[in-house]
């Protein structure tokens, strides 16, 4: 990136906007999905669209034979309208509208049961349709040694898990397809217990209810590639893909080459469901510097972006400064800020170098929750660019929202823009 050509993107697109790598998303993509084939080769991703549900990437996912996991009737449409079959997607979430679960299950794809109401409810669309099979899965909740008491699934050693078991092996219409667990710690040190959590659940369900899954499913929570300068800030260093795998998918080896030979079992297909792990280092945002003012002894730079733009809140991204051809000095201990009235919007503190009014700062590392988390708080939010191709080819993926996008669905100002016309 230059001078010169985020000059000439910022002409055509306004002065912030996203690059969004998809090389660099699909390269992740294959280095993920070889480091856990290698050690167990029945492993599949299942991108998780909540992280990042940008169509480009949801439809690469799917050309690549990775699965859709999604948690909500939006994400499943937008799963649909990018071309995945229903037999590729997965339901996952507390919270599941009957009709669209419905709808999904009629259609091949498979949900995971959260709660005992919704297994009723499933139960009950069975019934309904005696002639279908639907696939269903189990999502599982149990310690893992991480200090926090998950709020999602069943409680394996419950009686509603108890009264779930015995529905799917009574239930000739429910075809038990999944076996998922998810936690949210992302340090490896954690995964090697939930790989023999949910190897646990598995033995216990063949053993005591005569009915196994196809598929085990571990969750996502991975950290992704990141420069020196975050891990720093995080005060963590991420251990790579093959880490993982060797933490996880190696229990999964050890365990089905040994039990399901013996038995004369089909090993179950592995699945993650990484998000972040995937297209955190994918995406840049760009702004540019506004001003800069001094306030009693503070050096204040305001740029045309907000910390919810990035996702990052407490420690300073990866940024790197650019010149925008205007005037520039040098600052020490200089807080960059965003465009809104927050006090505590910042997108970076304590920086020490050169800046100027105009110049770009280019935040890495933002590919991961910014762009599906940011509101339209005091503007509307910015395009979407992709550079896969690199910065002489760039794709408009996303335009610039309007006006008009936020506000057509209040009817106040639908009534009065229908009195003007």
Same mark, same amino acid.
């Given at each position: 990136?230059?001078?010169?050509?985020?000059?000439?993107?910022?002409?055509?697109?306004?002065?912030?906007?996203?690059?969004?790598?998809?090389?660099?998303?699909?390269?992740?993509?294959?280095?993920?999905?070889?480091?856990?084939?290698?050690?167990?080769?029945?492993?599949?991703?299942?991108?998780?669209?909540?992280?990042?549900?940008? =169509?480009?990437?949801?439809?690469?996912?799917?050309?690549?034979?990775?699965?859709?996991?999604?948690?909500?009737?939006?994400?499943?449409?937008?799963?649909?309208?990018?071309?995945?079959?229903?037999?590729?997607?997965?339901?996952?979430?507390?919270?599941?509208?009957?009709?669209?679960?419905?709808?999904?299950?009629?259609?091949?794809?498979?949900?995971?049961?959260?709660?005992?109401?919704?297994?009723?409810?499933?139960?009950? @669309?069975?019934?309904?349709? =005696?002639?279908?099979?639907?696939?269903?899965? @189990?999502?599982?909740?149990?310690?893992? %040694?991480?200090?926090?008491?998950?709020?999602?699934?069943?409680?394996?050693?419950?009686?509603?898990?108890?009264?779930?078991?015995?529905?799917?092996?009574?239930?000739?219409?429910?075809?038990?397809?999944?076996?998922?667990?998810?936690?949210?710690?992302?340090?490896?040190?954690?995964?090697?217990?939930?790989?023999?959590?949910?190897?646990?659940?598995?033995?216990?369900?063949?053993?005591?209810?005569?009915?196994? =899954?196809?598929?085990?499913?571990?969750?996502?929570?991975?950290? %992704?590639?990141? =420069?020196?300068?975050?891990?720093?800030?995080?005060?963590?260093?991420?251990?790579?893909?093959?880490?993982?795998?060797?933490?996880?998918?190696?229990?999964?080896?050890?365990?089905?080459?040994?039990?399901?030979?013996?038995?004369?079992?089909?090993?179950?297909?592995?699945?993650?469901?990484?998000?972040?792990?995937?297209?955190?280092?994918?995406?840049?945002?760009?702004?540019?510097?506004?001003?800069?003012?001094?306030?009693?002894?503070?050096?204040?730079?305001?740029?045309?972006?907000?910390?919810?733009?990035?996702?990052?809140?407490?420690?300073?991204?990866?940024?790197?400064?650019?010149?925008?051809?205007?005037?520039?000095?040098?600052?020490?201990?200089?807080?960059?800020?965003?465009?809104?009235?927050?006090?505590?919007?910042?997108?970076?503190?304590?920086?020490?170098?050169?800046?100027?009014?105009?110049?770009?700062?280019?935040?890495?590392?933002?590919?991961?929750?910014?762009?599906?988390?940011?509101?339209?708080?005091?503007?509307?939010?910015?395009?979407?660019?992709?550079?896969?191709?690199?910065?002489?080819?760039?794709?408009?993926?996303?335009?610039?929202?309007?006006?008009?996008?936020?506000?057509?669905?209040?009817?106040?100002?639908?009534?009065?823009?229908?009195?003007?016309?």
């Amino acid at each position: 990136m230059t001078t010169q050509n985020l000059i000439q993107l910022a002409k055509q697109y306004g002065d912030s906007f996203y690059l969004l790598d998809s090389a660099q998303f699909q390269r992740n993509y294959r280095e993920l999905e070889s480091a856990f084939q290698a050690v167990y080769p029945y492993f599949r991703i299942a991108y998780s669209y909540k992280t990042n549900y940008t =169509p480009k990437l949801c439809r690469l996912v799917d050309e690549m034979g990775g699965y859709a996991e999604v948690v909500s009737e939006m994400e499943m449409e937008i799963a649909l309208r990018c071309g995945v079959a229903a037999e590729r997607m997965i339901w996952n979430g507390p919270v599941k509208h009957s009709d669209r679960v419905e709808e999904l299950l009629l259609a091949g794809g498979c949900v995971n049961i959260d709660n005992l109401a919704e297994a009723q409810a499933i139960g009950e @669309i069975a019934r309904r349709h =005696p002639n279908r099979t639907l696939h269903v899965g @189990i999502r599982c909740n149990f310690d893992v %040694g991480d200090g926090t008491l998950s709020r999602f699934g069943f409680d394996v050693e419950g009686e509603d898990f108890d009264s779930l078991c015995r529905m799917l092996a009574d239930s000739p219409g429910l075809h038990f397809k999944c076996l998922h667990c998810h936690f949210a710690k992302r340090r490896v040190e954690y995964w090697p217990a939930r790989a023999k959590g949910i190897l646990a659940v598995y033995e216990k369900l063949r053993e005591r209810y005569g009915i196994t =899954p196809d598929r085990i499913d571990l969750g996502g929570g991975i950290y %992704g590639k990141m =420069p020196e300068c975050l891990s720093r800030e995080l005060g963590y260093t991420p251990p790579g893909y093959d880490s993982y795998a060797k933490a996880a998918a190696a229990v999964f080896a050890e365990h089905f080459c040994k039990e399901a030979s013996e038995r004369g079992e089909k090993r179950p297909e592995l699945l993650i469901e990484p998000g972040s792990a995937l297209v955190g280092d994918c995406m840049k945002f760009v702004a540019r510097i506004d001003n800069i003012r001094q306030i009693r002894g503070k050096w204040i730079a305001t740029a045309t972006g907000s910390q919810k733009n990035i996702s990052m809140a407490g420690i300073n991204p990866p940024m790197e400064v650019i010149a925008g051809g205007g005037e520039r000095q040098r600052y020490t201990d200089a807080d960059i800020a965003g465009y809104t009235c927050i006090e505590s919007d910042y997108l970076y503190q304590h920086y020490d170098g050169w800046l100027g009014a105009g110049d770009f700062v280019v935040i890495s590392n933002c590919g991961s929750y910014s762009v599906v988390m940011k509101p339209p708080f005091i503007l509307p939010n910015v395009p979407v660019l992709d550079i896969g191709k690199g910065m002489d080819q760039v794709e408009l993926i996303k335009r610039k929202e309007t006006f008009d996008d936020l506000f057509r669905t209040f009817q106040l100002l639908r009534s009065e823009e229908t009195k003007r016309n």
